[in-house]
């Protein structure tokens, strides 16, 4: 509780009503429900940035991201991290963990984020063997650090490329596609482990964009800066009902140069960011990311012709996954 | 055969002659079974632009195209699918369907994962639409199969089932293998590929089947996510490099079924590539995402039929219907049936050297 003297909010009167309601109004195993256009309440998005992260010899420090993670879940939830994680998640949950692992080690969700994630799902009550870390494929994973695993009583790792996918199709608008098995056919909640960075393509690869991950078809899905399709996948309803949090592992970030890394054009960002309104968080990533653009010179995303259009996609009357009202969404910093 | 031809033919074995064999991979492959990709451009900071098909993706470093067959590690593009057939089956040529190509023989054809569009009413989405990740495959580099091909009495090789322009070095290399062993090779394609890549193949390739799916950019736009344009740019490159072309015509109910766009179709048929390019109407059934849709009533295959053979084409069939009289070849100068036809069987010929044997007609296509 200390630590709340520490938040710095970016919202106004009336803002301890809205924490109040939406920490309150969240429940376990609950399906994500659609933002209405005349729900008064804000969006939130923490941004906690930590501080001695780094180790001298290049390696996190585990106390330190702990201690980041904890404050970023406090200040979401406003109330301890213990209580936050057991109203999220019951102890007949298998939790999956969608990380991102496309580009390697130097740019993709930390194992010992993952590790710290893991303790606490553990807390929960969340049996070990109901925990699975996944994503496109095994080599991702294994280039990212994560060991690929399916012993017995263990945390599970494994790539949707041996795990496999549906047989069923999934459609939504211009989607069509088979959805990996772990989402599908195992867990019942998942937490979206994201990164931050530029994306060729669509511009931006954060919350939504993560979910490309999930289905066996994202090659069909990146014409016209991935517009409708990035909303698309996200209304596909395993990914719907199933996605409670997102964390992004903002640790390091690159705005430029994407989707591989790019030494030049990423940072040290040191930061996590949570959210349950994924395109709250998009909205805020995208502002992150034009901002260091500015700094450096660089054109926007909207000049470089690859604008993220399907943000406000995801936010509009035919899919209300979230908001992108920044109005709407209340930043805050811890 | 030698033990490398066996070895090959056994393992073809289990899915010739039978339904094609789709598991769920138990792993992906390693840069070391990768073959760089013809027909690309290296761009600045580790990207790419493939030139294969119109559609002329520029690709990120980790990504693959659209036909998600294609990938670029580190700036350099691969095929993921070279010598890695999902699937492999003897066919009759005339399933493919080509009435001109040497009936009653037999096409060793095969496909891997993969295509460059994504036809609403497809009928091997479950390996055009997916990935080399998900779709178990086996090795069968371009010697085997020639070999097996040859082995296999088979007449042609038959590039099919997905879509072959985007395995097009393994469609080449197959090719000249097979050529090297007096096996030939059609292609059965969406005609959705550029200019040099079809130019390139059409000096090893012996037939192409082009799947003209409609008339209007309109249909291609929503049901293809293609274009027409570019299509019609191919049938009219091979007709000027003189390959054998045939034309299927998939006619969906209340999609590309009009009788004006079917006019303006025969009629640009006749015009660009001759009255003695076959065109086959070929009926519908519902399919993937199109399952809302009946099939295509008969009586539409007729009409169609007839406004091709009224445009002056001389040979228009029907498809998909056994037993209809527009599955046979008639001779366009004396009218008598000079190939009889019961779905993919050919019951009777009365054609010798490429003529009627009643009126000494040449009739168009490659008979010996």
Request: aromatic letters at 8%; proline letters at 5%; one cysteine or more.
């Given at each position: 509780m200390e630590r709340r003297r520490f938040i710095k909010t970016s919202a106004t009167l009336g803002s301890a009503l809205v924490l109040g309601l939406e920490a309150s109004s969240f429940k376990p195993a609950m399906a994500?429900?659609?933002v209405q256009a005349n729900d008064d309440a804000k969006s939130r998005v923490v941004i906690a940035h930590g501080s001695d992260l780094n180790k001298t010899d290049h390696s996190l420090s585990q106390p330190h991201l702990a201690r980041l993670l904890d404050a970023?879940?406090?200040?979401?939830?406003?109330?301890?991290?213990?209580?936050?994680?057991?109203?999220?998640?019951?102890?007949?949950?298998?939790?999956?963990?969608?990380?991102?692992?496309?580009?390697?080690?130097?740019?993709?969700?930390?194992?010992?984020?993952?590790?710290?994630?893991?303790?606490?799902?553990?807390?929960?009550?969340?049996?070990?063997?109901?925990?699975?870390?996944?994503?496109?494929?095994?080599?991702?994973?294994?280039?990212?650090?994560?060991?690929?695993?399916?012993?017995?009583?263990?945390?599970?790792?494994?790539?949707?490329?041996?795990?496999?996918?549906?047989?069923?199709?999934?459609?939504?608008?211009?989607?069509?596609?088979?959805?990996?098995?772990?989402?599908?056919?195992?867990?019942?909640?998942?937490i979206n482990l994201p990164i931050l960075k530029d994306h060729g393509i669509v511009g931006l690869s954060c919350a939504l964009k993560n979910f490309f991950g999930v289905i066996n078809n994202p090659n069909k899905y990146h014409m016209n800066v991935g517009d409708p399709f990035v909303a698309d996948v996200n209304m596909l309803p395993p990914i719907r009902d199933k996605v409670r949090l997102t964390i992004?592992?903002?640790?390091?970030?690159?705005?430029?140069?994407?989707?591989?890394?790019?030494?030049?054009?990423?940072?040290?960002?040191?930061?996590?960011?949570?959210?349950?309104?994924?395109?709250?968080?998009?909205?805020?990533?995208?502002?992150?990311?034009?901002?260091?653009?500015?700094?450096?010179?660089?054109?926007?995303?909207?000049?470089?012709?690859?604008k993220p259009v399907y943000i406000a996609r995801a936010a509009d009357v035919e899919h209300r996954l979230g908001t992108d009202d920044p109005a709407r969404i209340q930043v805050v910093r811890v | 055969m030698n033990r490398r031809e066996f070895l090959a033919a056994a393992a073809l074995g289990c899915s010739i002659a039978?339904?094609?064999?789709?598991?769920?991979?138990?792993?992906?492959?390693?840069?070391?079974?990768?073959?760089?990709?013809?027909?690309?451009?290296?761009?600045?900071?580790?990207?790419?632009?493939?030139?294969?098909?119109?559609?002329?993706?520029?690709?990120?470093?980790?990504?693959?195209?659209?036909?998600?067959?294609?990938?670029?590690?580190?700036?350099?593009?691969?095929t993921l699918v070279y010598g890695k057939p999902c699937t492999a089956h003897i066919d009759p040529i005339e399933k493919k369907p080509l009435f001109h190509f040497l009936p009653g023989t037999s096409a060793f054809s095969l496909a891997t994962v993969g295509c460059n569009v994504m036809c609403k009413f497809c009928q091997n989405w479950e390996i055009s639409q997916s990935t080399p990740d998900q779709v178990k495959s086996f090795d069968l580099p371009p010697y085997d199969v020639a070999h097996v091909a040859k082995n296999r009495a088979c007449a042609s090789i038959a590039y099919t089932y997905s879509e072959p322009v985007i395995f097009t070095e393994y469609m080449h290399d197959s090719a000249v293998q097979g050529n090297e062993v007096g096996v030939r090779s059609v292609m059965i394609t969406n005609g959705y590929i550029n200019p040099q890549p079809m130019k390139d193949l059409c000096s090893v390739l012996?037939?192409?089947?082009?799947?003209?799916?409609?008339?209007?950019?309109?249909?291609?736009?929503?049901?293809?996510?293609?274009?027409?344009?570019?299509?019609?740019?191919?049938?009219?490159?091979?007709?000027?490099?003189?390959?054998?072309?045939?034309?299927?015509?998939?006619?969906?109910?209340?999609?590309?079924?009009?009788?004006?766009?079917?006019?303006?179709?025969?009629?640009?048929?006749?015009?660009?590539?001759?009255?003695?390019?076959?065109?086959?109407?070929?009926?519908?059934?519902?399919?993937?995402?199109?399952?809302?849709?009946?099939?295509?009533?008969?009586?539409?295959?007729?009409?169609?039929?007839?406004?091709?053979?009224?445009?002056?084409?001389?040979?228009?069939?029907?498809?998909?219907?056994?037993?209809?009289?527009?599955?046979?070849?008639?001779?366009?100068?004396?009218?008598?049936?000079?190939?009889?036809?019961?779905?993919?069987?050919?019951?009777?010929?009365?054609?010798?050297?490429?003529?009627?044997?009643?009126?000494?007609?040449?009739?168009?296509?490659?008979?010996?």
């Open positions: 994500r429900s659609p970023t879940i406090e200040a979401f939830f406003q109330r301890p991290a213990p209580a936050a994680w057991r109203s999220l998640f019951s102890p007949h949950d298998v939790v999956g963990l969608k990380v991102n692992c496309l580009a390697g080690v130097n740019l993709s969700t930390h194992p010992e984020i993952v590790s710290e994630i893991i303790d606490r799902l553990l807390l929960a009550g969340v049996r070990r063997q109901n925990i699975i870390i996944f994503d496109r494929r095994n080599r991702d994973l294994i280039g990212a650090g994560f060991k690929i695993s399916q012993e017995r009583g263990q945390v599970q790792c494994v790539g949707n490329d041996q795990s496999g996918f549906t047989e069923q199709l999934f459609e939504h608008g211009a989607v069509a596609s088979q959805i990996c098995r772990i989402l599908t056919q195992r867990c019942t909640a998942v992004c592992d903002a640790l390091t970030a690159q705005y430029e140069g994407g989707p591989p890394f790019m030494r030049e054009w990423s940072w040290p960002m040191d930061s996590l960011m949570c959210a349950t309104d994924m395109v709250a968080m998009d909205r805020i990533a995208w502002d992150i990311i034009e901002q260091k653009r500015a700094e450096n010179g660089i054109e926007s995303l909207e000049k470089a012709g690859r | 039978g339904s094609p064999v789709r598991l769920i991979a138990q792993g992906t492959s390693g840069k070391a079974d990768l073959v760089e990709a013809r027909y690309y451009e290296k761009l600045a900071n580790r990207k790419i632009q493939c030139k294969l098909c119109p559609r002329e993706c520029v690709i990120d470093d980790l990504e693959r195209g659209y036909c998600g067959v294609r990938e670029n590690i580190g700036g350099t593009y691969y012996s037939g192409v089947k082009i799947d003209l799916k409609a008339f209007t950019e309109r249909f291609y736009r929503e049901l293809v996510a293609g274009e027409l344009k570019p299509v019609l740019d191919t049938l009219v490159l091979l007709r000027k490099q003189k390959m054998w072309t045939e034309i299927v015509y998939l006619v969906i109910p209340g999609q590309n079924d009009d009788r004006k766009e079917l006019e303006a179709m025969c009629a640009w048929i006749y015009k660009e590539l001759g009255p003695d390019t076959p065109l086959h109407f070929s009926r519908f059934h519902p399919q993937y995402r199109l399952k809302n849709l009946p099939s295509t009533p008969v009586k539409t295959l007729t009409m169609a039929r007839q406004i091709g053979l009224d445009s002056g084409l001389h040979f228009v069939y029907t498809g998909n219907v056994p037993g209809d009289p527009g599955e046979n070849t008639y001779c366009p100068a004396c009218g008598e049936i000079v190939i009889q036809r019961v779905g993919f069987a050919v019951v009777s010929m009365s054609l010798h050297n490429g003529t009627c044997d009643k009126c000494g007609a040449a009739i168009a296509g490659i008979w010996s």
